[in-house]
């Protein structure tokens, strides 16, 4: 029999996407289905999903209780961070209605969801971490040391908003373009690359228990994987391509990172290696926007979270495919009758 998985959030070149393809790997097992708050989101129009639905940006829950009733859903799979903070306080309601939310735990998530925090924890428990600063006081700025990265505490997934200050009249304008945008902005200290820098996928178990992993260390050598390239430093993008491979010393650390942050599912960690050592510049409580490719390498993290959270068997866990894993974008021709091709909507 198969599982109905809902992925809410498909927005085009985003994890949802990337979602949909790892269940697709998997046909035979997942009737999959799909939904976003707009009329053009990429993977409204995916081959292969049985049912695209549109949800209601301004009443989100109510629409997606309606989408979960209609299509007899069993599994919801957030397709990025913002679903995934408006359906975890809904997990009561779910679980009454026999439907998994496929997240990790909200402890988790909060403590990931604002970066400062999250350093702090790390910094308390002997990992290694750049030098973290909050607050846009003249004391901050007289402690930063140049270049520096400058980021929101919460949403720089993906480096939304993120910037290398080259100097402290950097720093200050990168800030306060932060401040205005609503968020609380965060410097640290710049890591240099040149000992690798990495992304890593990272499950445990419902119960807290790792089941394993994979790392890619990433290249830099096409405009899809960094938003900002200079003598000063590299900011890479949410595209990652590179070496995949289980990188057994370096994912010792990150495992004992999940472990201590008492992870109860994905989590998708990023940094780089100094000397040997890993740090950690970014945590993200959710499957990462590289999941197809750690999919394709034998890796499928989507599945096996599935798999755990309903109780099936996991009779096979292929050896990693070591290799180069590129990436591109791709394109998709849509009616301007958007409503016949979509004519599901429940908005409608």
């Known amino acids: 029999m198969r599982i109905n998985v809902l992925v ?20 035979e097992l997942y009737n999959i289905f ?23 940006e301004k009443d989100y829950w109510g629409s997606i209780e309606r989408i979960c009733t209609e299509a007899g859903i069993q599994v919801i799979v957030p397709g990025g961070e913002q679903p995934m903070r408006l359906l975890n306080p809904h997990l009561r309601e779910l679980a ?22 999250l350093f702090e924890v790390l910094a308390a428990n002997n990992v290694p971490v750049p030098r973290t600063y909050s607050g846009t006081g003249n004391d901050v700025f007289a402690s930063l040391s140049y270049p520096c990265i400058v980021k929101p505490s919460k949403d720089s997934g993906g480096s939304a908003f993120v910037s290398l200050a080259h100097d402290e009249e950097d720093a200050r304008i990168y800030a306060n373009q932060i401040v205005k945008s609503g968020r609380e902005p965060i410097f640290q ?11 890593f996928s990272v499950l445990s178990t419902p119960s807290g228990e ?27 993008s949410g595209y990652s391509q590179g070496l995949i491979s289980s990188f057994p010393e370096i994912f010792k650390q990150v495992q ?21 050592r890993f740090i950690p510049f970014e945590i993200n409580p959710r499957f990462s926007a590289t999941t197809y490719l750690w999919a394709t390498a034998g890796f499928n993290d989507v599945d096996y979270f599935i798999r755990l959270l ?19 974008l791709s394109e998709k021709f849509v009616p301007t009758e958007v409503g016949a091709v979509l004519p599901n909507s429940v908005r409608d």
Do not use: W
């Open 96 to 117: 009454a209605k026999g439907i998994v939310l496929a997240s990790n735990g909200q402890e988790v998530v909060d403590v990931c969801s604002n970066k400062a925090k």
């Open 310 to 328: 309903c109780g099936l068997p996991i009779n096979e866990r292929p050896a990693i495919i070591e290799g180069y894993y590129l990436r591109s």
């Open 256 to 276: 004992d990172i999940a472990t201590l942050l008492n992870s109860h599912g994905p989590l998708n960690i990023e940094g780089r290696v100094v000397n040997g």
């Open 34 to 56: 799909v939904c976003d708050i707009s009329p053009l989101a990429y993977g409204l129009f995916e081959e292969g999903v049985a049912k695209a639905f549109l949800s209601d």
């Open 189 to 199: 200290e710049y890591v240099p690359v040149s000992g690798g820098e990495y992304s």
């Open 210 to 236: 790792v089941f394993g992993g994979v790392g890619i260390r990433k290249v830099f050598d096409i405009k899809l994987m960094y938003v900002y390239k200079s003598k000063a430093g590299i900011i890479s």
């Open 8 to 27: 809410a959030g498909v927005g085009g070149a985003s994890l949802g996407t990337e979602i949909i393809k790892c269940l697709k790997l998997k046909s």
